[in-house]
């Protein structure tokens, strides 16, 4: 895979830290510091959010910052009885799944995994994506998930995701702030601020240029491969959405608050690369296999080769079966005796809207992560894997939230299920509770992406 990145680093922010545990690059110099250091750990996450702008973004920086600490790449492609890294990973497209396997699997062991996933919601360019209209030149895009649409407009745009050329290279890319969805001033709609109704299709659109003098349209996919060092002759396709250029950046009285753009699910994929991280600083060997597996297209249903609903995951658990030596029928005891942590963020109560939360189960930022909980199975938590949370929880001296949603308020729902299903392994839904979930400007708490990560390393440690 190529990596075309093309922002300027003045187009595209970050927020360095102070703290002498965390190098320039990104990752750890201490990945145990990290688990231990909110400040440490905050400006880990912000630097993971500004490097992944798209699922194909976030994948090479986990794969990057897995490599730093020591795993090595394997191919889907090739057959791995030959030999496989016991400390791993693969990428296909924007999902990653990494490992650290015993030498030997010890009787009665099962798998221990940890899953998130990378996408987030936002507007996805259509193919020939340049349109003219009033002067204006227009990216022709379609909504990608449920994001709060309102929360997109009269924000600057940046372009990221992958190119594919005719001889199938990848390329990614991505631009600095080009683009916004501006609103219609007050002036012009008297009921502006009393209805805001916004048309997918005619009012979500991006523009990022004039028109020129004979009005056609510069094509949008040409820019992107200028960007690529690409031929736009060879373009056979792309997968490239939008995504807020504004960095992230602490607020609040005490700076206790964090506001980013893709905290749904950058935040659970961080606090499983975080814990994964200071596991392989750790050196030690796994008492059971761990595993961390970041899906893509959750945002869409999960139905994907890359998704949670495609055979991604169980491809993997059964190749790394046999590779430990299990095959035939012992694969299926294995699966029976594995579990997974399913992360994703949940939501925080929020002080204007209690209403549409639990009367008795409203949780709070900076409290602890949450247990999700669900009567309709629309998170994959039961009593037993609820006593599992329990068990990594008080390992790792973190606080924990319940949460359920108000029986009159339709729930969301996660990648648990979807694994649970598949795969008939016990899974549990946690994850760090956020305010304006959805929005391009979503919000979370310092302390609760730590508390995170030290579960899941806890749960990870045989908790």
Request: hydrophobic residues 45%; proline residues 6%.
């Amino acid at each position: 895979m190529t990596d075309a990145a093309s922002t300027p680093a003045s187009s595209s922010p970050s927020l360095r830290s102070s703290s002498p545990s965390h190098s320039l690059d990104g990752s750890t110099g201490d990945a145990g510091a990290i688990l231990r250091d909110e400040d440490a750990y905050t400006d880990s996450l912000i630097d993971f959010v500004t490097a992944s702008p798209s699922s194909y973004h976030a994948a090479a920086e986990v794969a990057r910052r897995l490599e730093a600490a020591g795993l090595t790449r394997a191919e889907e492609t090739v057959s791995w009885q030959a030999g496989l890294p016991r400390r791993g990973y693969v990428i296909r497209d924007g999902a990653l799944a990494a490992w650290i396997l015993p030498e030997a699997l010890a009787p009665g062991a099962g798998l221990r995994i940890v899953g998130a996933h990378t996408d987030s919601p936002a507007l996805k360019l259509k193919p020939d994506a340049a349109l003219v209209r009033s002067g204006w030149q227009l990216i022709n895009a379609e909504v990608y998930g449920g994001p709060l649409l309102a929360s997109f407009l009269d924000r600057e745009l940046g372009l990221a995701g992958r190119l594919t050329t005719r001889d199938g290279a990848v390329h990614l890319v991505r631009t600095g702030p080009i683009a916004r969805v501006a609103q219609i001033a007050p002036h012009l709609d008297r009921s502006v601020n009393d209805t805001l109704r916004l048309d997918r299709q005619t009012h979500l659109l991006p523009l990022w240029s004039l028109a020129g003098p004979d009005s056609a349209p510069d094509a949008v996919e040409t820019y992107l491969c200028e960007l690529a060092g690409i031929d736009p002759a060879e373009l056979a396709g792309h997968d490239v959405l939008t995504y807020p250029t504004q960095a992230p950046a602490r607020f609040g009285r005490d700076g206790e608050f964090l506001a980013s753009s893709r905290l749904d699910n950058l935040s659970s994929v961080h606090a499983g690369l975080v814990a994964l991280e200071a596991l392989a600083a750790a050196g030690a060997e796994p008492a059971e296999p761990v595993i961390l597996v970041a899906f893509d297209h959750e945002e869409v249903g999960s139905a994907t080769r890359s998704g949670a609903g495609g055979p991604f995951l169980e491809t993997l658990l059964r190749r790394l079966a046999r590779v430990l030596g299990v095959d035939g029928d012992d694969v299926e005891a294995l699966l029976a005796r594995s579990t997974c942590v399913s992360a994703d963020a949940g939501h925080s109560v929020h002080p204007a809207h209690a209403h549409l939360h639990d009367p008795a189960v409203q949780p709070l930022i900076n409290h602890g992560p949450l247990l999700k909980i669900n009567a309709q199975q629309r998170y994959a938590t039961d009593a037993v894997g609820t006593a599992i949370w329990a068990r990594a929880c008080a390992a790792a001296g973190v606080p924990s939230q319940d949460f359920v949603s108000n029986n009159a308020v339709p729930c969301g729902s996660t990648i648990g299920p979807i694994t649970a299903t598949r795969l008939g392994i016990t899974t549990v839904d946690v994850g760090v509770p956020l305010l304006s979930m959805h929005s391009a400007r979503e919000m979370a708490g310092v302390k609760d992406g730590p508390w995170l990560a030290r579960a899941l390393h806890a749960y990870w440690l045989g908790a």
